[in-house]
């Protein structure tokens, strides 16, 4: 059974730095792309970021784009989310997700998920 695990949230200040990790399990890790998503408060969840199976590809939200940088290790089986500069506005749980093949910024496209880790920004 395919498991995705996400941890590394927690409280940062404005203007700082956090990395989430997801570490995944019961599938060929290597065959599929990953995805970030995220969910603040009394919104809906929205697209962070992606990377293709490979890591040769990776997408951004623009909200984050400059200030995210999505990575994977496949002889880990795991995919980061490094943050830099955060914003209030980033605060959200964060969850991980996974797909076949390529990337996609629709969290209809992925087929497994993680429970997500909660991030919190203060000003």
């Known amino acids: 059974q395919v498991q995705l695990v996400e941890s590394g949230g927690g409280l940062v200040q404005a203007g700082g730095s956090l990395s989430v990790s997801c570490a995944a399990s019961?599938?060929?890790?290597?065959?599929?792309?990953m995805g970030w998503f995220r969910q603040a408060l009394g919104k809906e969840r929205e697209f962070v970021a992606a990377?293709?199976?490979?890591?040769?590809?990776?997408y951004y939200a623009d909200s984050v784009k400059g200030r995210f940088t999505i990575s994977r290790g496949n002889a880990k089986n795991t995919v980061y989310l490094q943050m830099n500069s955060l914003k209030p506005e980033d605060t959200a749980v964060y969850y991980c997700?996974?797909?076949?093949?390529?990337?996609?910024?629709?969290?209809?496209?992925?087929?497994?998920w993680g429970q997500g880790t909660q991030v919190t920004v203060s000003s």
């Open positions: 019961g599938l060929t890790f290597s065959s599929y792309a």
């Open positions: 990377i293709n199976w490979s890591g040769g590809r990776t």
């Open positions: 997700a996974a797909k076949y093949g390529f990337g996609e910024t629709t969290d209809s496209a992925y087929s497994y």
